[in-house]
């Protein structure tokens, strides 16, 4: 980050967990963190100004915030920061982390306080395709593992409203990697393998009302919750939670035969960790790494195409046996589970 000459960075809730290897780390680097927070580290600022070419870039950052803090004084700490940046700045642009700034936040205060004129928002907002402009705010989406670069083409003339672009562009494939920001993340890999060992296996807490325990399975490969998934593939999760296989576990919890026999193949969490849980919507069971476990993990590779792995309709007899389910037919099963982005992208 300090190699890319960021001006600034928020808080996040990984961040934050963090705390001070966070800032100790980013303070090393001469990297500023905005934090307008009452219990706000002593290296955090609650705001910056930078002059560009003769124009005021104010940025302030609403990150996410302890538990532990009052909400009234997070709010007015935020406020007077903002309020304070705001009036210092010709643009304005907010980190958004904790999702605060919206349509009826701006309707609120955009008038009280003025309003922004970019919004970078947080996880919440990822799935957004393009901005949403309220006024003469930009709610930007963001996005995760560096797929994406946000750019903002400003033009600003003092006594004018400024004239504002934003595109999204992805970091495909086709940009060359940068060798010495490669051999900066191959040698920090190495350096934590050496000070903490390998990657342990996933932990997962389970409710004792509603989970079960059998013999650990044989194939002791990471579990991935589809969850995880949902941050990139907004739409195939979606499809995912309208199909059958996304209540699976709950067809055994209903019928009380959350028994090993059976939850070999109504739970991928079975599989991997030789434990389940029921969650309270109900949606676990046969899941995204069910059918997509040989191409987790995956990075920005798979947004190449001729990278992706097709999944092998065969698979699906590992448990779709004639003495499980007789009637399966794969003529008829097997399109329930393709994806809608999928069917869509193949006519």
């Not at 560009?52 to 700490?77: H, L, M, Y």
């Not at 941050?231 to 035969?257: I, M, P």
Request: proline share 5%; glycine share 8%.
């Amino acid at each position: 980050m300090s190699q890319m000459q960021y001006d600034a960075v928020g808080i996040g809730m990984n961040d934050l967990r963090l705390r001070d290897k966070f800032f100790s780390a980013l303070e090393s680097k001469k990297i500023t963190v905005l934090d307008a927070g009452p219990s706000a580290d002593k290296s955090a600022k609650p705001y910056i100004v930078k002059i560009v070419n003769g124009v005021k870039i104010g940025i302030v950052s609403f990150g996410v915030t302890p538990q532990t803090d009052d909400e009234f004084q997070v709010r007015k700490a935020r406020y007077v920061a903002y309020k304070s940046a705001r009036d210092a700045s010709d643009i304005l642009i907010v980190l958004d982390q904790s999702g605060t700034i919206n349509k009826d936040w701006l309707s609120r205060n955009g008038s009280k306080f003025g309003e922004p004129d970019i919004v970078v928002g947080g996880l919440a907002n990822m799935s957004k395709g393009k901005p949403e402009v309220v006024g003469r705010t930009y709610l930007c989406p963001t996005s995760i593992q560096g797929k994406f670069l946000g750019v903002a083409d400003i033009e600003y003339e003092k006594g004018l409203e400024p004239k504002i672009s934003v595109r999204k562009l992805s970091l495909g494939t086709n940009y060359a990697e940068d060798e010495a920001v490669l051999k900066l993340v191959k040698g920090e890999r190495e350096q934590a393998v050496k000070t903490i060992g390998q990657p342990a296996s996933v932990q997962v807490t389970r409710s004792s009302s509603l989970s079960g325990k059998a013999l650990p399975p044989a194939d002791r490969r990471p579990y991935y919750p589809p969850q995880l998934c949902k941050t990139c593939h907004v739409q195939e999760y979606e499809d995912w939670l309208k199909s059958g296989h996304a209540n699976a576990l709950k067809t055994l919890v209903d019928a009380k035969r959350t028994v090993p026999e059976c939850l070999t193949c109504h739970s991928e969490m079975y599989r991997r960790l030789g434990q389940w849980v029921a969650k309270s919507d109900g949606t676990a069971g046969v899941e995204c790494a069910t059918c997509h476990l040989d191409s987790l993990p995956h990075g920005l590779e798979r947004m190449n195409v001729k990278n992706k792995t097709k999944v092998d309709p065969g698979m699906c007899l590992s448990c779709h046996t004639k003495e499980k389910s007789p009637e399966y037919d794969e003529k008829t099963y097997f399109p329930k589970t393709v994806h809608a982005v999928a069917s869509a992208s193949a006519k």
